[in-house]
C-alpha cells in the first residue's frame, strides 16, 4: 500500500497522531494479564502482511517527522552519535544492510543501484539522491553509520564483539527511554545493564549475552520491550530530563487519555558481515492510552499488567508516581472477562 506521511511533531504542541492503520498494527506487547523481564527473543523472520514485524526495518507513517526530530536532537546535541575509530567498518556494513533491506523490501521508497564501489542511493521520502564510493568515507557527508541512520527510524547500538562480551563502542541514540550514549559508551553488556531492577539475580543477562554472542548473519533476532511515556516525546534522555521529567506532573484524570502513551521497542539484532559486530536497532512505538482502549481486549489485560506489576519496575520504568491514575482510569476498560477471550 501507498503511505501517506504524517506532518507531525514529537514535541512542542505534540502534533503526534496514529492513524487507525497504525493503531492496529502497533505492538501490543503483552500476551498474558501480567509482566516480568524474560528472555524473550525470537528470531525477526518477517510476520503476518502489514504488522511491523513484516519487514527488517519497518518504515511506517511517522517516518519523516521522526527523521526531522532526529536531526533537531543531532543539532542540539552531537554527542547522540558517536563511533569509536574502530567502528567504522561496522558503520559501512550497517550502511549496506539497511540501503539492501530497504530498496528490496519498499522499493517505491528507496532505490540502492551499484556498480562496483560506485554506489547510488535514492530516498523518496526525504527527497536524497546520492552517489558515493562503498568504504570511502570522504564521498558521504557524514560517517557511513550516521549518514544512514539520519535516514532510519529507531535508535542503533553498534556492538563490537571480543573476550565473549559485546561492546557499546558505536550508536546513535536521540529516541531513548531514560539511557544515555555518552554515557554508556565503551561499556558491556553487564555494565550498560547494571541500573536494571530484579533481572540479573534472575540470570536473565548471562542467558541473553550468550544467545547474542551466537546470532549468526542472515538469522536475525527480535524481541519487546515496552515503558510508559506521558506526551509523545521521542527524546526521553537523560540529557534532556529537565526539559520532560517535570512533564509527568502534568497528567489529570480529564488529560491521561491523550496524554499517557504506552511506548513499545521493537528490538532487533543483526550480525555484520565484515566486522562480525552486532547491530541492535530499538525501533520506538508510541500509542496513547485512549487509542489504545479502541480495542477492548488491550484495555483490560493493560489494567492488570499496570496494576500487578512489581513496584521495582514500576519504578524504574519511571511511572510509580502516576500509577493510580492511570489503574483509575484503565480500570473502567476492564470488565472482568478473560483476556483470552478473542476481542
Ligand atoms: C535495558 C541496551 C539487549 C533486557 C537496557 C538499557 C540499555 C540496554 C542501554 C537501559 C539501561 C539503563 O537503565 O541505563 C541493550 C543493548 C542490547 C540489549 C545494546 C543488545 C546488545 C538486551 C537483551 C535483553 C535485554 C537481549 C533480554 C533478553 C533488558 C531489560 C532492560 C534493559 C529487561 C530494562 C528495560 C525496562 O524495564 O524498560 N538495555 N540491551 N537487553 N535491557 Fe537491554
Given at each position: 500500500m501507498t503511505l501517506q506521511f504524517n506532518d507531525e511533531t514529537f514535541r512542542d504542541d505534540y502534533s503526534f497522531h496514529n492513524s487507525e492503520r497504525a493503531i492496529k498494527r502497533f505492538p501490543f506487547p503483552f500476551h498474558e494479564d501480567s509482566y516480568m523481564y524474560s528472555v524473550n527473543m525470537e528470531q525477526h523472520r518477517g510476520g503476518p502482511a502489514d504488522s511491523v514485524y513484516e519487514k527488517r526495518f519497518d518504515v511506517d507513517e511517522h517516518y519523516v517527522a521522526e527523521m526531522r526530530d532526529r536531526a533537531l536532537v543531532l543539532a542540539d546535541d552531537p554527542l547522540r552519535c558517536q563511533s569509536l575509530p574502530h567502528m567504522t567498518l561496522a558503520g559501512w556494513d550497517l550502511l549496506e544492510l539497511i540501503m539492501v533491506s530497504k530498496s528490496e523490501d519498499y522499493p517505491d521508497l528507496f532505490e540502492l543501484h551499484r556498480d562496483g564501489n560506485n554506489w547510488r542511493w535514492i530516498n523518496k521520502p526525504l527527497g536524497i539522491d546520492d552517489s558515493f564510493v562503498f568504504l570511502d568515507e570522504t564521498t558521504l557527508p557524514y560517517g557511513p553509520m550516521e549518514y544512514i541512520t539520519r535516514q532510519t527510524q529507531g535508535d542503533f547500538c553498534v556492538l563490537d564483539q571480543r573476550d565473549d562480551n559485546l561492546w557499546m563502542d558505536a550508536g546513535i541514540v536521540t529516541t531513548q527511554a531514560d539511557w544515555s550514549l555518552d554515557f554508556d559508551i565503551g561499556m558491556n553488556f553487564f555494565e550498560w545493564h547494571a541500573p536494571v531492577p530484579l533481572a540479573h539475580e534472575k540470570g536473565i543477562f548471562v542467558r541473553a549475552l550468550k544467545f547474542l554472542l551466537n546470532i549468526q548473519q542472515g538469522a536475525p533476532a527480535r524481541r519487546l520491550n515496552w515503558t510508559?511515556?506521558?506526551?509523545?516525546?521521542?527524546?526521553?534522555?537523560?540529557?534532556?530530563?529537565?526539559?520532560?521529567?517535570?512533564?509527568?506532573?502534568?497528567?489529570?484524570?480529564?488529560?491521561?487519555?491523550?496524554?499517557?502513551?504506552?511506548?513499545?521497542?521493537?528490538?532487533?539484532?543483526?550480525?555484520?558481515?565484515?566486522?562480525?559486530?552486532?547491530?541492535?536497532?530499538?525501533?520506538c512505538y508510541l500509542c496513547s492510552f485512549q487509542d489504545l482502549m479502541t480495542v477492548p481486549k488491550w484495555g483490560r489485560r493493560l489494567h492488570r499488567v499496570v496494576r500487578d506489576l512489581p513496584e521495582e519496575l514500576a519504578t524504574y520504568k519511571g511511572f510509580i508516581d502516576n500509577r493510580p491514575m492511570m489503574l483509575d482510569y484503565l480500570s473502567d476498560f476492564d470488565d472482568g472477562l478473560p483476556t483470552s477471550a478473542g476481542i
Open positions: 510508559m511515556t506521558v506526551n509523545p516525546l521521542l527524546d526521553t534522555s537523560p540529557e534532556n530530563y529537565h526539559k520532560w521529567g517535570v512533564q509527568k506532573t502534568t497528567l489529570t484524570p480529564e488529560n491521561i487519555g491523550a496524554k499517557q502513551h504506552l511506548r513499545v521497542e521493537l528490538q532487533t539484532f543483526f550480525r555484520l558481515p565484515r566486522s562480525n559486530a552486532l547491530v541492535f536497532p530499538i525501533r
